[in-house]
């Protein structure tokens, strides 16, 4: 029996073989659409909310985890005396680190709540690392530093091709956003370290390729162990990245997918991250 345990909640872009190799629990957020509420990775899939996100007569709602679900998480993996760390995505965009971190104060387990200070698939590598270390046995000491550590190694850039979704969201301000959107104005975001930093912006779409052209010279001088594409219907740009970066890292699997619907709520349409880890 494993010490220490690996919680998340469902923002992480982890796969459903992953979460079952690597034993990873998964706390879920709940999301809102034209009035009929779903549990992410039970009831709605990333790509199901997606497609009734763009066909939907409200902007959809996503609800943190209740403190309950993560006092029950948390006091059955430590029956048996195991230890929990528990990754949540970054505050800056969620209370639910601080609603885990409420949870553990009150649970009888002895739990170690992290802010990511990520997302999606960036947050899935520190969730992946730390959970392969401790099905190796490694103490929690040893799984908190290589947290760290992936951390300190991974990026994490989102291309937004409307601003909209932003601003019903309340992320942007809503005069940047009516000015942004006459304009035909386009983002690239950094998401790191607790923050979401806009890097480019410009009309069209050809500053927000050019940005992403110079992420990937960067990835060149880099021994990069993953990649990862998480999009909103962007199967364009998809293979436009897909097209430069796999002749580039032949050894490393690129995994596409549907992303999260916290991000696709708050992305909008289009809306296309590149995700990457180096050594």
Same mark, same amino acid.
């Given at each position: 029996?494993?010490?220490?345990?690996?919680?998340?909640?469902?923002?992480?872009?982890?796969?459903?073989?992953?979460?079952?190799?690597?034993?990873?629990?998964?706390?879920? #957020?709940?999301?809102?659409?034209?009035?009929?509420?779903?549990?992410?990775?039970?009831?709605?899939?990333?790509?199901?909310?997606?497609?009734?996100?763009?066909?939907?007569?409200?902007?959809?709602?996503?609800?943190?985890?209740?403190?309950?679900?993560?006092?029950?998480?948390?006091?059955?993996?430590?029956?048996?005396?195991?230890?929990?760390?528990? $990754?949540?995505?970054?505050?800056?965009?969620?209370?639910?680190?601080?609603?885990?971190?409420?949870?553990?104060?009150?649970?009888?387990?002895?739990?170690?709540?992290?802010?990511? =200070?990520?997302?999606?698939?960036? +947050?899935? #590598?520190?969730?992946?690392?730390?959970?392969?270390?401790?099905?190796?046995?490694?103490?929690?000491?040893?799984? +908190?530093?290589?947290?760290?550590?992936?951390?300190?190694?991974?990026?994490?850039?989102?291309?937004?091709?409307?601003?909209?979704?932003?601003?019903?969201?309340?992320?942007?301000?809503?005069?940047?956003?009516?000015?942004?959107? $006459?304009?035909?104005?386009?983002?690239? #975001?950094?998401?790191?370290?607790?923050? #979401?930093?806009?890097?480019?912006?410009?009309?069209?779409?050809?500053?927000?390729?050019?940005?992403?052209?110079?992420?990937?010279?960067?990835?060149?001088?880099?021994?990069?162990?993953?990649? =990862?594409?998480?999009?909103?219907?962007?199967?364009?740009?998809?293979?436009?990245?897909?097209?430069? $970066?796999?002749?580039?890292?032949?050894?490393?699997?690129?995994?596409?997918?549907?992303?999260?619907?916290?991000?696709?709520?708050?992305?909008?349409?289009?809306?296309?991250? $590149?995700?990457?880890?180096?050594?």
């Amino acid at each position: 029996m494993a010490s220490v345990k690996i919680v998340t909640d469902s923002s992480a872009g982890l796969t459903d073989e992953e979460v079952e190799k690597y034993h990873i629990t998964i706390v879920p #957020l709940t999301v809102m659409i034209d009035d009929v509420v779903y549990v992410e990775r039970h009831t709605i899939t990333n790509e199901e909310f997606i497609n009734k996100m763009e066909s939907s007569k409200t902007f959809p709602k996503t609800s943190q985890p209740p403190l309950g679900d993560f006092i029950k998480v948390f006091d059955e993996l430590g029956a048996d005396g195991s230890s929990v760390v528990c $990754l949540d995505m970054l505050e800056g965009i969620s209370g639910t680190v601080h609603t885990a971190e409420q949870a553990a104060t009150i649970s009888k387990t002895d739990v170690t709540v992290i802010d990511s =200070g990520t997302t999606d698939r960036a +947050l899935a #590598l520190q969730v992946i690392a730390a959970a392969k270390l401790a099905q190796q046995g490694g103490s929690k000491e040893d799984v +908190l530093a290589v947290i760290d550590k992936v951390r300190n190694h991974t990026k994490l850039f989102m291309g937004v091709m409307t601003l909209s979704n932003l601003v019903k969201g309340g992320r942007i301000s809503r005069v940047t956003g009516a000015i942004s959107s $006459l304009l035909n104005i386009k983002i690239v #975001l950094q998401v790191g370290d607790g923050n #979401l930093d806009i890097r480019t912006k410009g009309r069209g779409a050809k500053p927000i390729d050019r940005y992403f052209d110079q992420v990937v010279e960067q990835m060149k001088g880099l021994k990069i162990n993953a990649i =990862g594409i998480s999009h909103v219907n962007a199967m364009g740009e998809v293979k436009r990245l897909t097209d430069k $970066l796999q002749p580039l890292f032949p050894n490393v699997d690129i995994l596409v997918r549907e992303t999260v619907p916290i991000i696709a709520t708050h992305g909008g349409p289009g809306a296309f991250a $590149l995700i990457y880890s180096y050594d």
